[in-house]
C-alpha cells in the first residue's frame, strides 16, 4: 500500500485562484482525482471534502454525477489522451450542455461552437467538426477548457494545463484561463510544477512534498519570502534563480523517512527533525508552515 | 572548432502526390573551442533536425559541417566511426536511450570496450570512475534503468558519453523531462564536466531560462531558418526579431507582477508543409509591413548580433 497523499487540509475560497505545486510524485495528481472522487475502486479516501456544506465523500454516485462537470469541473492534463479520439471536437464540447442542461443536439452545438469562439479556436464553426488529431496541442487544450467551461462550474480543478505547450502558446493558454476565470467569477485549484504559471494565476499557493503540505502562503509572500526550507531550495533550483540544485532526490512514497519528510535534503535540519514529524504552524495570518523552525 | 554551413534537409511525405517539408532551411552556425552554442524554438521548429544533421544521424540534402578542419558530410561510414567518440549526443529522454535490459555496469562499459579505450582488466575500475564522477555510488552498477530515477538515468547516459571524451557534445533538451530542482542537478553537472573535460556543445532547448544559463552564443529557429543569431547576453539584453522579443517576452518570471499582460503574439506556429510565402513569420509578426509577405529577409548584421528581418 502506497499513501500517497497524507492527512492534506485547504480550503480553496470563493473567487479566488489556489495553485497547487510540487515535483513530480508527491500527490498533486492524486489530491485532485480525489476531490471529484475520480480515483480507481481500490483506493481508500479518508478525510472530509466539503462542497458548500455537503461532504462530497459521502455523497452518492448519482449526486456526484450532478456534481461532475456542473457545479465542478475538471481540466485533465494531456488532452490528447483525454479527448475521445473518434468523436468530433464540437460533439464533445456539446456532451456537457446535453446531459447537464438537458439541451437537444442542435442547441447544444450552437452553445459548444460559441464556447469555442470563446475559447478563441479560429473559425469555429468549421474546426467544430474536426477530430482531435487534427487540432495542435495548443487547440487541444482550448477546446478541453471549453469542455470544462461549458456549464458554468463554481470550482475549476486544472491538472497542468500548460504541460507540453510551448512557451508563446502557454502565454495564450494561460492568459485564456485567467480571462474566461475571472468573467465567470469561477474559483479555480490549479495543479502544476510550473511555479511561473502559479505566480500568474494565483492568490495563493499551496506547496505538497512527498504527499504533505508543506507550506500554504498568500502569493506575494511565498515569492518574497518562501518559509519552508523545500521552499526556498526550490525557488533557487530555477535557472534564472541561480539554478542551485537541492542535493538528492525525492524520497520514494513507499519508504519515507522518519520525521519530517524533508530533512535528509534539509541544510537546516536538526535533532528534532530526525525523530519527530512537524504539524502546521501558522506563521501569520494566512501563512502556514510545516516545519519546527516556526514551531 | 566546428562550422556548419547552410544546411539543409527536407522530408517527403505521401507516394503518389509528394509532399515536401524543409524541416531545415540553410543553417549556418559555428561553435568555438569550450564554447556552449544553445539552440532555441519552439516545437517543430527544427532544433533537434540541426543537432541530428551535424552528427550525420540523419543525412542533409545539402550544405557542410566542418568538424575540426575535417569535412564530414563527405566523409565514407568507417571514418565517420573513427570520428564518433570525439562526436556525442545526450538524448531528452534518458530512461529511453539506455538498453532496458543491461546493467548500468554494462551500459557504461558499451564503449570503452567498442573502441577499445581501456584494457578488458582495467573497465571495472574505469566503469566505477566514471559514475562516481557524475554523483552515483558503486550500488548503482548492478542496477537496471527502470531502477533508477530520470535524474539518475540523465547522469548514466552522461557518464557514457564521457567515458569517450568527447571534444563535441549535442545536448539535445537534456533536462526537459526532469522536475526543476533535477533540472538544477543535471544542468550544473553538465558544466561541471564541461569545466573539467573542456568539450564544446551545442545546447538544444525550447526553455528560455536554460539556454540563458547554460550559452555563451545563441541561435533562434523559426520554422527551420535561423532568425536571430548572436552573444546570449546580447539577444536576452535587447532582442531584435520580433519572434525573438516574443519569446523572451513569453518567458513568465516568477514572483512577477499579475497584472502584466503576457500573450505576446497571436497564432501558432503555421503548418510547415505549407509554409508562407515571404518571412515565415509574418502571419504572427505585430510588425509585418507589405514587403514581408513578399520577400524573404536575409541575415544581416545589426549592432552586436545578426538578424533576418525586413526591418534591418
Redesign the interface.
Known sequence: MVRAVNKVSLDVFENETLGLVG??GCGKTVLALSILRLLSENTVVEGEIIYKEQDLIRLGEKEMRNIRGREIAQIFQNPLSSLNPVLTIGLQVSEPFMLHRGMKLAEAWKNAISMLRAAKIPSPTERGKEYPHQF????RQRAMISMGLACSPELIIADEPTKGL???????I??LMRELVNDRGASMLIIT?D???A???CNRIAVMYSGEIVEISG?KDF??SPAHPYCK???S?????G????SG??PSLIDVPEGCRFHPRCEYAYERCRTEHPEIYTLEKGRNVRCFLYA | MLEVKELKKTFSKGFVHKKSLKAVDGISLTIGERETFGLVGESGCGKTTVGRLILRLIESNSGEVIFNGINITGLKKADLRKLRPNMQILFQDADSSLHPRLRIRESIAEPLKLYKLVPESEIEKKVLELLEMVGLQKEHMNRYPHELSGGQNQRVVLARVLALGPQFIVADEPTSALDVSVQAQILSLINEMQQKFGFSCLFISHDLGVIRKMTSKLGVMYLGKLVETGRTEDIFETPKHPYTKALIAAVRIVGSDKLQKICPIEGEIPDPMNPPSGCKFHTRCPQKMDICERIEPEMVNAGNVKVACHLF
Do not use: R
Not at chain 1, 495542435?136 to 487547440?139: A, D, F, L, T, Y
Not at chain 1, 533550483?237 to 534563480?241: A, D, F, G, I, Q
Open positions: 515535483e513530480s495542435s496541442g495548443g487547440m510551448d512557451v508563446t502558446i502557454q502565454a495564450q494561460i492568459e510544477h511555479l511561473a504559471v505566480s500568474e494565476l502569493i515569492f518574497s531550495s526550490f525557488l533550483s530555477l535557472p534564472l534563480n539554478m542551485k540544485p537541492i532526490s525525492s
